[in-house]
């Protein structure tokens, strides 16, 4: 069966500090892989998209960047965090157009 | 371009009443339709999804949804509401050639005895 792992659970961390959060799959091979922003109150803001290595659709402009250096990691950064960067994260993997996504349990990121 | 419309952030509704959360969808396409589940500090859950097939689908825990082009809508419901029902759910569209999925900005679901 497919599994997804997301890490850290939590985070805290000054402005202008930098950030990584990992995400992988396993049990399924070239994954379509999301990264969601959500913001108290809000819903889900779709921040980047991948249906392949190397290949990264970006939805908003931000001062996240996000890249897939294998076929089931996927991993967004920031060289310096800002206070808007605050919220909580989510990982999603589907396999194909129009499939349900398959979420991990999210990072819940407090910038200070 | 698709869109999803949920009516209401909040509702709430005593242990053992219908439950009945409104989601309204917009798309130019066959739309594919999805309801998640959140729990506190968690990833969403999908609940059911409707592809085309059957307009009434049948989720996990109790829920159902009907698919009602006319109305372009695809409302969430359970017969009666349990207190482990309490969450946040979320309407979601796709449709076409895309791998994006669309979501509404959430219901929140309090159940009380």
């Known amino acids: 069966s497919q599994t997804i792992h997301q890490w850290p659970a939590t985070l805290v961390q000054p402005v202008g500090s930098p950030l990584s959060l990992e995400c992988t799959v396993e049990g399924t091979s070239n994954p379509n892989l999301y990264w969601y922003r959500q913001a108290a109150g809000r819903g889900l803001q779709l921040l980047f998209y991948s249906v392949g290595i190397g290949q990264i659709s970006s939805e908003v402009p931000q001062n996240l960047s996000a890249s897939r250096p294998q076929d089931r990691q996927f991993i967004l950064s920031s060289k310096k965090l800002l206070l808007s960067d605050s919220g909580f994260y989510l990982c999603?993997?589907?396999?194909?157009?129009?499939?349900?996504?398959?979420f991990g349990n999210g990072t819940r990121l407090t910038v200070t | 371009a698709q869109s999803v419309t949920q009516l209401g952030s909040h509702v709430s509704v005593s242990e053992g009443a219908l439950v009945l959360l409104r989601c309204n969808y917009s798309?130019?396409?066959?739309?594919?339709l999805f309801w998640y589940v959140q729990y506190p500090n968690q990833g969403l859950q999908l609940l059911l999804k409707y592809t085309s097939a059957a307009t009434l689908v049948k989720g996990i825990n109790g829920f159902e949804a009907e698919f009602k082009k006319s109305e372009t809508s695809f409302h969430l419901t359970k017969p009666s509401a349990h207190m482990s029902d309490a969450a946040e759910y979320f309407c979601?569209?796709?449709?076409?050639?895309?791998?994006?999925?669309?979501f509404g900005t959430g219901t929140r679901l309090q159940v009380f005895p």
């Open positions: 999603a993997w589907s396999i194909r157009y129009n499939s349900p996504l398959h």
């Open positions: 979601a569209v796709s449709g076409g050639n895309t791998d994006k999925l669309i």
């Open positions: 798309s130019s396409v066959p739309p594919y």
